[in-house]
């Protein structure tokens, strides 16, 4: 690369160290002060709207010791299978097979034996609040108003089921979350749970108003006596002891039910793919969820207050990481598919993980706050072997009808600032293969990770086959490299079995300009005559589309083969049905690059 500018080197070791040590201890320090937190605020005054602990202080203090007991217990659960294969295994299968409510669902054991576990903490709830809330209720009207004592019973039952809910997606989200570090559990994985919780939580919101409004109906056969003798906003209270801050319980529900439907619709994977820019500034409403539900009830808060904590800490560190920005180099690749590349100058810092890697990149020049996943086509060895960290994108090509035509998104932002900046800076030469130098501008890039994709060793596998398409083959680069580094020495390369790896590469260039990207060469030199590497370019203009099923029948090998496959929805879809149909017949192991 021909740049005046002096690469700045990582430090290494010392910082990173002591923060893992924070994320390990925080869990812990977060479990232990929410649940002396939690008891030990239900003998102090109260200040929400519904303080279920005034009416049953015994059971709300049962109710939270069963919450944090059911935590403790999955926590011992999970540190059993940290560091194990068996970790790999349990999630790697629960995760993939699964695309949310609204499309295909593939269960398998570990999947139900996750929802029964959750629907077992949820069954507890009735057991603990039924007998005394009915008590409660029953007397305030005449017999023949039974069903109103027990459809609002059944409001406050569903209202724990909510805060129960509440407090597992605070615990199950973060990047950096202490679950990432202290079980490793891959970020997808507590991403992917964070959103099928959060969809409950909507679920359980919605019983929680719907027998609420049908006992409101009851009311008008009522007497004026008997109406006066429970307030409607909130049933706990007569209408001359409620206060009008009591009486908000019914706004501040209905508020956070509103909250809770955006940011699920928003969240959803057609709306987030097509309006990441929607979906990412209006997920700044769960600040309004939280107060709201904190405003409404008080177990509410009593519940969310470990996976706050550890949220909190997440994004503090995570804010003050990014207050550090590296220089980068960002060009386009010559040819017609519009590929851009971000190739960082000053690296990061430098440990080594398991392929395909990726990190959160955000350039301050487009968004101060939008950060996105990208994987790196880099060896995870790159600290040692001296690579250069790089990132390839192609921006979206859709144009969106827009009065502020500076209203892009983050990717077509891209091109804009390249464009740009030619125009008023002196570019940057870089060296290339295709074309003797091509024109790029210095950028500054802000970092989050690495993060490791959660998928078995590779070294395990007696074959490997990569269908992707366009930029998803970084991580097929990335799997090649950490494939040919699975044996540590060329001696012991020499003395291994034979494998090969092959990669089908489905895009809109020629093959002659793919196989000369820079990072496809780097890993072709590298192989050797017992580690293969076979990269196929399909060019989709000339060839059509890419058959996931034939080609997976016509290259199948071995007796534990792994598929990784990553790029266009359609093309990861076909390799995925395909696979589940060959699981049926064999072994198989694969891994479906998913962000949404």
């Excluded at 699920?264 to 709306?271: A, E, G, K, N, Q």
């Excluded at 519009?338 to 301050?364: N, T």
Aim: glycine letters at 6%; a neutral charge; aromatic letters at 14%.
């Amino acid at each position: 690369m021909a740049t005046s500018v002096k690469p700045i080197t990582p430090e290494k070791g010392k910082h990173h160290a002591f923060e893992d040590r924070i994320f390990i201890w925080a869990l812990p320090i977060a479990f232990l002060v929410g649940i002396i937190g939690s008891l030990g605020l239900t003998w102090a005054h109260c200040y929400s709207a519904v303080c279920t602990e005034e009416f049953f202080p015994v059971r709300v203090r049962l109710h939270i010791a069963v919450f944090y007991g059911w935590l403790f217990l999955t926590g011992l659960f999970l540190l059993s299978l940290r560091g194990r294969n068996a970790w790999t295994r349990f999630w790697e299968r629960s995760f993939h097979l699964s695309f949310g409510p609204l499309g295909v669902w593939h269960p398998n054991l570990a999947e139900f034996l996750f929802w029964f576990w959750l629907l077992g903490l949820l069954g507890i709830a009735p057991g603990i609040f039924w007998n005394p809330m009915f008590g409660f209720f029953f007397p305030m009207m005449d017999s023949q108003f039974r069903t109103w004592s027990t459809l609002v019973t059944y409001v406050g039952i569903s209202g724990h089921w909510c805060d129960i809910l509440l407090g597992l997606v605070f615990i199950s989200i973060g990047r950096n979350s202490t679950l990432a570090h202290l079980f490793k559990i891959p970020v997808e994985h507590s991403i992917y749970y964070h959103k099928m919780i959060a969809y409950l939580l909507l679920v359980a919101v919605i019983a929680h108003m719907a027998p609420y409004y049908a006992s409101i109906a009851i009311r008008h056969d009522m007497s004026d006596d008997l109406n006066a003798r429970s307030n409607v906003d909130n049933p706990y209270y007569s209408d001359a002891a409620i206060t009008y801050w009591q009486a908000s319980t019914l706004a501040s529900g209905l508020l956070a039910l509103a909250f809770i439907i955006v940011l699920v619709i928003t969240s959803l994977p057609r709306i987030r793919a097509n309006n990441y820019n929607v979906f990412y500034f209006t997920h700044f409403c769960w600040v309004a969820v939280l107060i709201l539900a904190c405003l409404h009830a008080s177990t509410d808060f009593y519940l969310v207050l470990p996976g706050f904590l550890s949220y909190a800490l997440d994004g503090t560190i995570r804010l003050f990481n990014l207050k550090k920005t590296y220089r980068a180099i960002l060009y386009k690749e010559p040819g017609e598919d519009g590929l851009f590349r971000i190739q960082m100058v000053d690296q990061p810092r430098r440990e080594i993980c398991s392929a395909p890697f990726y990190y959160y990149v955000g350039i301050p020049k487009i968004s101060k706050r939008e950060l996105h996943p990208f994987t790196s086509p880099s060896s995870p060895a790159y600290a040692s072997d001296g690579t250069e960290l790089s990132f390839l994108l192609r921006p979206v090509t859709r144009v969106r009808k827009s009065k502020n035509k500076e209203n892009l998104e983050w990717t077509q932002s891209i091109n804009k600032l390249w464009v740009d900046h030619l125009q008023v800076e002196k570019p940057v030469q870089v060296e290339h293969q295709v074309e003797n130098q091509v024109k790029g501008v210095e950028i500054q890039v802000r970092l989050e990770g690495p993060y490791a994709t959660p998928i078995p060793s590779i070294a395990k596998f007696d074959q490997i086959i990569c269908i992707v398409g366009g930029t998803g083959i970084t991580g097929a680069l990335s799997i090649g490299h950490h494939y040919l580094e699975s044996l540590s020495t060329w001696l012991q390369l020499e003395n291994s079995e034979k494998k090969e790896c092959l990669i089908f590469w489905s895009l809109r260039e020629t093959a002659e300009t793919a196989l000369a990207l820079k990072n496809v060469q780097d890993l072709v030199s590298r192989q050797h005559a017992n580690r293969i590497i076979r990269l196929v370019v399909h060019d989709t203009r000339h060839q059509g589309r890419l058959d996931p099923v034939k080609t997976l029948e016509g290259n199948l090998m071995g007796s534990s083969p792994f598929v990784y496959t990553s790029g266009p929805v359609g093309l990861m879809e076909g390799v995925a049905n395909a696979c589940r149909d060959i699981e049926k017949k064999q072994q198989l192991f694969w891994h479906e690059a998913k962000w949404d």
